[in-house]
């Protein structure tokens, strides 16, 4: 399945199951990968500045944000009491020496309950809508896959929103998924429907964006590098470099709208876990408002590097493998044509 300067394979369509199963992969292989490195971050975090009971952080893999409610300074899953760590590398020979190697993907379980199904939502309907356009918009073609991604993103995270709002109430309320019904009903009933999508705006104002640059700075530069490379195809070193380079430069200049949107969360988790009102979370505007009074402009620029750590590496994987599953079924697809044509 190698992508040479021609290619001998007949090329059929891939179906929408077949980019369901891929962009499933790519999700759970790139939580995999980056998993570690967050669970490592937040115990790090941790020993800096202890979290106090009822506090809230977020933990982020570079492709889900979940937030974490604190109780008698020990939380839920990956966030432990903190150790005594000199760095990243010394925190995970420690904790792979004191926990075993599985305290490192301590945080994928919730990761992949909310990543699986919007990366599908995600990747498919990009894909099916970008063919569409493409089609339609004629010589302004190119633009496609801004648009695509602009949409796909809306798509995916109106549908997400609500699971995302009712997993962050059964942690901070410490409720069973027996309960899930009855935390549907009481949001219902005391809040009504728009209850569901708390937080829907902040997270188009960052994630649309994002998804938009992100798709058609991949699709423009996937395209340079097999025309620098004289390759018909891209290659998985091509889909890679891409993907890093695209995913850096969509998240530093989205990143303002990420700060705002975890600053937001965590202040909402807080309200819940104390009961109070959560009516008192602020407006997008005003939390920017607040935080350049506070920090300055270079305020809405904190944890520039983290989060280009995490994100360049899980665009590169996700979308990488995501490529790679889809060359699979083509050239699966094509094998079988043939075979049925020979017969």
């Not at 977020?58 to 760095?87: Q, R, T």
């Not at 190697?101 to 994928?108: D, V």
């Not at 699709?219 to 995913?247: H, M, R, V």
């Amino acid at each position: 399945m190698s992508s040479q300067k021609s290619s001998s394979v007949p090329r059929w369509d891939i179906t929408p199951v077949q980019q369901m199963i891929a962009s499933c992969s790519g999700a759970i292989i790139t939580s995999l990968f980056v998993t570690p490195l967050d669970v490592v971050k937040i115990r790090l975090q941790a020993q800096r500045n202890p979290f106090p009971k009822g506090k809230c952080f977020v933990y982020c893999n570079g492709l889900m944000d979940h937030i974490c409610v604190c109780e008698n300074g020990i939380s839920k899953a990956w966030y432990k009491a903190p150790g005594h760590f000199k760095g990243t590398l010394d925190a995970f020979i420690k904790i792979i020496r004191m926990e075993g190697i599985r305290s490192l993907w301590s945080g994928l379980p919730p990761t992949l309950v909310m990543a699986v199904p919007a990366t599908v939502i995600y990747f498919t309907c990009y894909d099916q809508l970008c063919a569409v356009l493409k089609l339609r918009m004629g010589d302004r073609s190119d633009y496609a896959p801004l648009l695509a991604g602009a949409i796909a993103r809306v798509g995916s995270a109106t549908v997400i929103s609500p699971l995302e709002l009712i997993r962050t109430k059964m942690q901070s309320e410490k409720q069973s998924y027996r309960e899930l019904s009855a935390v549907i009903q009481s949001a219902l009933h005391n809040q009504g429907w728009r209850s569901l999508w708390r937080g829907w705006g902040p997270t188009l104002l960052r994630d649309v964006p994002f998804s938009a640059m992100y798709w058609f700075n991949y699709e423009k530069g996937k395209a340079w590098l097999c025309q620098y490379y004289n390759f018909t195809d891209p290659t998985f070193a091509i889909t890679f470099t891409a993907g890093a380079l695209s995913g850096s430069f969509a998240s530093i200049v989205t990143l303002p709208f990420d700060v705002v949107k975890t600053k937001r969360q965590v202040e909402l988790g807080e309200l819940q876990t104390m009961k109070l009102s959560t009516q008192v979370s602020s407006s997008t505007y005003y939390v920017m408002k607040r935080i350049v009074a506070e920090n300055g402009v270079s305020g809405l620029f904190a944890g520039f590097l983290p989060r280009l750590i995490k994100v360049a590496p899980a665009c590169a994987i996700m979308i990488s493998t995501y490529e790679f599953g889809k060359a699979f079924f083509l050239c699966a697809n094509g094998a079988k044509n043939e075979t049925d044509e020979g017969i």
